[in-house]
């Protein structure tokens, strides 16, 4: 296997461990290439994502716009959707799961992968009724990419985001790279390990078939990353950073999970929903993370990025379906135990700002009235001057004068939390400004505290 962490922007660890091979018993580097099966749909998403922002589809296009096969299917129901792009990319098109039989359909050829859409398939639902991971859908996703840009799914994702991003040792005919550069899929079997059969590239590329070594991996983390947060100036990557972003965006249809690894379990449980190729959960300790696994006749690998502290963490194996996801997130706690996983803070907008000094007039004056002004008109309606006198005193007679310069910390443009010292105590304040031009109030809370 091979693991690595890229943090602001750099491979900051990697390396290697056991064999690539069972009979040369050559060693694993960072350059040795892995199969990285469904993390593959990413690429996949984004390259949609790209053709979006090119203007030559949109993602509410009905798929058989561009897949004409599928144009006489029979649907589940009479009144069931037709399916969209965008219930490929969530996996709410109403498919089977389909990991075992999917991953074997690699190598199937094109001209197959038509038949099998002419003649339809069973369906286990109506669309956008649940979540339900499909690698036919991302099957289909590349036949709609191909028929788009009239290339190959292999070749217009190697031409449009393995090339601009330096990824120059990855691709998907896997037996292009020497044999010396890949690690072989094995699995444990009756007490030894056998070789799996080497997957030529085919008609279900789109749901799994990249190869990649740890070093061109680590330049797609840091792409993916950078996306984030949002900020004006240049944005020339083969993706759009708001584009990158919606990788992000959940389906909608929300669950609530178990955190994977050794501290999981006491854990606070995640809210988890599937965006576009990329599981999305919040975590309590973490923050937000966006990760995905892949399992694959001989392989097995996760990544795991943490947009909020631009740290990704990843790893591949050459074992049939063997499991990533708990050491990465064994890791990824390990590094927040060490401090190396901090949040990145909002800057204090302008807006916010203004507000916050209309909140310390306000409490030196002990009356609303001294911000007028900057009160937006709900303000008064939900409790008038009169009272908020009557508040303050309260505050101010258990608290005493406080200093009000102290920073306040941004949870947004338009909100924001602060703590004040004070004569006799502290305060603990909350507030949240209107979506107006100009800097107005529409809620405050402030708590004194010993």
Not at 221 to 242: C, H, N, Q, T, Y
Request: net charge neutral; glycine share 10%; charged share 20%.
């Amino acid at each position: 296997m091979v693991d690595g962490i890229v943090a602001d922007g750099r491979l900051v660890h990697v390396k290697g461990l056991g064999e690539q091979d069972m009979e040369q018993k050559r060693p694993v580097t960072p350059d040795i290439l892995f199969r990285i099966a469904s993390m593959t749909k990413s690429f996949t998403a984004l390259a949609i994502l790209r053709l979006r922002d090119e203007g030559k589809l949109s993602l509410d296009d009905f798929a058989e716009k561009y897949v004409p096969e599928m144009r006489g299917w029979k649907y589940p129901t009479e009144d069931s959707p037709r399916i969209r792009i965008r219930d490929l990319l969530t996996h709410q098109a109403g498919f089977v799961t389909d990991n075992p039989w999917g991953d074997r359909q690699q190598v199937l050829p094109q001209a197959d992968f038509t038949a099998m859409l002419k003649n339809g398939v069973p369906f286990s639902r109506s669309a956008n009724m649940a979540y339900e991971y499909s690698n036919f859908g991302y099957a289909l996703l590349g036949r709609i990419i191909a028929n788009v840009t009239g290339m190959a799914y292999s070749a217009y994702v190697e031409r449009t985001l393995l090339k601009p991003l330096g990824m120059t040792a990855s691709g998907f005919e896997v037996t292009q790279a020497p044999i010396e550069k890949r690690a072989l899929g094995y699995r444990w079997e009756d007490g030894q390990w056998k070789p799996e059969p080497v997957m030529a590239d085919g008609a279900f590329n789109a749901m799994g078939g990249l190869q990649v070594s740890a070093n061109d991996y680590a330049r797609y983390v840091s792409f993916l990353l950078s996306a984030w947060p949002p900020r004006d100036g240049a944005d020339a990557g083969p993706v759009k950073r708001g584009s990158v972003r919606m990788l992000a965006t959940g389906s909608g249809l929300p669950n609530v999970v178990q955190r994977p690894g050794s501290t999981g379990a006491a854990a606070c449980r995640q809210g988890f929903a599937y965006g576009f190729a990329m599981r999305v959960a919040q975590d309590c300790e973490v923050g937000l993370t966006v990760a995905h696994s892949g399992g694959y006749p001989g392989y097995g690998s996760f990544v795991l990025l943490m947009p909020e502290s631009g740290i990704g963490v990843f790893a591949f194996s050459n074992r049939t379906y063997n499991s990533g996801t708990p050491p990465v997130w064994d890791a990824a706690m390990a590094l927040r135990r060490a401090g190396a996983i901090a949040g990145r803070a909002i800057p204090v907008s302008p807006l916010l700002a203004q507000g916050y000094a209309a909140v310390g007039r306000i409490y030196a004056a002990g009356d609303v009235m001294a911000a007028k002004d900057h009160l937006a008109m709900n303000f008064l309606m939900d409790q008038d001057a009169a009272g908020w006198a009557s508040k303050l005193a309260a505050v101010k007679q258990q608290a005493g004068a406080c200093a009000t310069d102290a920073p306040v910390v941004p949870t947004g443009a338009m909100s924001g939390s602060f703590t004040w010292t004070c004569a006799t105590g502290r305060v603990k304040g909350d507030v949240l400004l209107a979506p107006t031009a100009t800097p107005t109030i529409q809620e405050l809370h402030l708590t004194p505290t010993q």
